[in-house]
């Protein structure tokens, strides 16, 4: 029954119909900076279908009826079965379609990992449980290239397939595949090399290996990329769900693990017994084989967190700019224009570093590899650390609607924390960093002239500077108490990198508030505590608002 008590005023619209990539004016302009350019009409195709309200729906659909695990069929036949809702199975297809997860690798020009980045972006800042195994199918690739070719020769074109099919089966009779990983084991869990799985020869030239991983996300997935024990020391060696023949592989589904956020992806434990795999790369170098894919995934993390941030803004500008309160829209009370100015502020530096990254995988002389070692890990550590409190921030934007499941924001703010914590937590990437330092000198040498080259911008920045060199030069001088100032080293690193990127890119409205807000003595601790003299008008328009 509807009364006049129900009648629904100031509230704001679906933001439906959205291009999620023109109405992104940072990664429209980081793309084209970036030699992405060229994949424009590409990318405002994809941000009209994930900004359609089916598309929405779908998403919504996928982490509302969650991933299902049936270890046995009625008949007591053992299955390990994973269900997802069609919605989820849409979404994949959609991202898959469109080249979300190996395009950077399928079609080798100028700009390709940045074209690539931006398209995982516009899906995961709409559904981003489906962008772990579209993520993993793309970091395999440079693992996949060092295998065996017959090997490689077999699996390389269904990996770079844009066809989508969810069926477990023989992996001769598809012609595309999805891959996840599986490393961690609960003794050990950043710590691999403490892993128990062992391997062992099998007559035919394949191995055998037998044990318990903690944490394997998509296990519904083709095939994996696994860490084992051998005579010879940690070893990498692919395994199939599904053995040539169509036999079911000694993978065995334990459970599904019951996440904070991130619902509409399935991940496990999984019991591996006497399972075949292939040996990738050297036997005893499974970390040097893995570590690309690794990498590669660490810079998804950063592209997600980037993603989610994107989300959060578009979302509470939106809400408060059809909302009114004391009789003016929200927007133009100047505490909330603050605070979505300094949400936008950490969105745009994110998506900027983010494309950055993704750009130095592009380039492969000595320097961009150097550069992109240790850029992706600092990005890592410092962008998805970040994205948890924005979330928040955006979140409160929107009063108690944003607490509710039925807004965007609730499933987002349980979403950010998997970045942070996925690929090496806080500690692990920090130390990771420490570790490229001590032995690849030549990273920190690239890194230090990437940021210098905004050097002389302002005395704010120059003055960041040398408190970056100060901390460096301290790491270095004792390595063995390293350790104990690592996170303030790479927080330094993190925003000299931000800052830099803005000023030599972006528009100087972005640039010089980010400079005030982050790095000047005016600072403020939460979002909206913005230094006088910032434009917050401006950052507040760029967020793509439509009134």
């Known amino acids: 029954m509807s009364t006049a008590t129900h009648q629904v005023t100031n509230q704001a619209p679906p933001r439906i ?37 089916d598309f929405q729906r779908d ?31 849409r979404i994949f297809g959609d991202a898959i379609a ?82 996840g990983m599986a490393m961690t084991e609960k003794q050990g869990g950043s710590d ?59 993978f065995f589904i334990q459970r599904l693990k019951n996440k904070l956020g991130n619902k509409s ?91 950055r990254a993704s750009a130095a995988f592009d380039d492969t002389d000595d320097e961009s590899s150097a550069f992109a070692r240790l850029a992706t890990a600092v990005a890592k550590y410092w962008v998805c650390k970040r994205g948890p409190h924005h979330a928040y921030e955006a979140l409160e934007c929107l009063g108690g609607n944003g607490y509710t499941e039925d807004f965007p924001l609730a499933r987002r703010y349980r979403e950010q924390p ?22 690849e000198p030549q990273a920190v040498d690239a890194f230090v002239r990437e940021v210098g080259h905004a050097a002389g911008h302002s005395t704010t920045f120059d003055a960041h500077l040398k408190q970056l060199h100060a901390l460096l030069s301290e790491a270095a001088a004792d390595p063995q108490a390293a350790p104990r100032i690592a996170r303030r080293v790479i927080e330094s690193m993190a925003l000299a990198l931000q800052a830099s990127i803005l000023i030599r890119e972006a528009p100087a409205v972005v640039a010089d508030a980010f400079v005030a807000a982050r790095l000047g003595e005016d600072r403020g601790t939460e979002y909206g505590a913005l230094p006088t003299g910032v434009d917050a008008a401006a950052l507040v328009a760029r967020s793509g608002i439509e009134r």
């Open 17 to 53: 119909g959205i291009n999620e990539f023109t109405s992104n004016p940072a990664l429209v302009e980081a793309v084209h900076r970036y030699g992405g350019g060229w994949a424009h009409d590409r990318l405002s195709d994809i941000g009209d279908l994930v900004g359609r309200a």
């Open 59 to 89: 998403a919504e659909l996928a982490n509302v009826f969650t991933p299902e695990f049936s270890s046995h069929d009625r008949w007591g036949h053992r299955v390990d079965d994973v269900r997802f809702h069609p919605a989820y199975h």
């Open 265 to 355: 992806n399935a991940s496990s434990e999984i019991e591996l017994l006497d399972a075949t795999g292939w040996l990738v790369g050297e036997p005893g170098r499974g970390v040097r084989t893995i570590i690309e894919m690794v990498n590669q995934t660490r810079l998804d993390c950063i592209l997600g967190s980037a993603a989610g941030m994107r989300q959060a803004v578009a979302e509470a500008s939106w809400h408060v700019a059809h909302r009114e309160a004391f009789g003016a829209p929200l927007v133009d009370q100047p505490a909330m224009t603050a605070v979505i100015a300094d949400l936008q502020l950490e969105a745009e530096a994110a998506t900027w570093t983010a494309i």
């Open 418 to 439: 998997v970045m942070a914590v996925w690929e090496g937590s806080g500690n692990v990437i920090a130390l990771d960093v420490l570790r490229a330092m001590a032995r």
């Open 98 to 179: 469109h080249g979300a997860h190996t395009s950077c690798w399928a079609e080798s020009r100028e700009g390709a990992h940045v074209a690539r980045a931006a398209t995982f972006m516009a899906f995961a800042q709409i559904e981003p449980g489906h962008a772990c195994p579209v993520s993993m199918t793309h970091a395999v690739v440079p693992s996949l290239r060092l295998a065996d070719p017959q090997l490689t020769d077999f699996w390389l074109p269904k990996v770079l397939a844009t066809s989508y099919d969810p069926e477990l089966r023989d992996p001769a009779t598809k012609a595309s595949a999805v891959f």
């Open 192 to 250: 691999v090399r403490a892993n128990t799985t062992r391997a062992v020869p099998a007559p035919d030239g394949t191995w055998r290996l037998t044990g318990h991983k903690w944490f394997c996300s998509a296990p519904q997935s083709d095939a994996f990329l696994v860490l084992a024990q051998t005579p010879e020391g940690l070893s990498c060696f692919l395994v199939p769900r599904v053995l040539p023949g169509g036999e079911r592989n000694g």
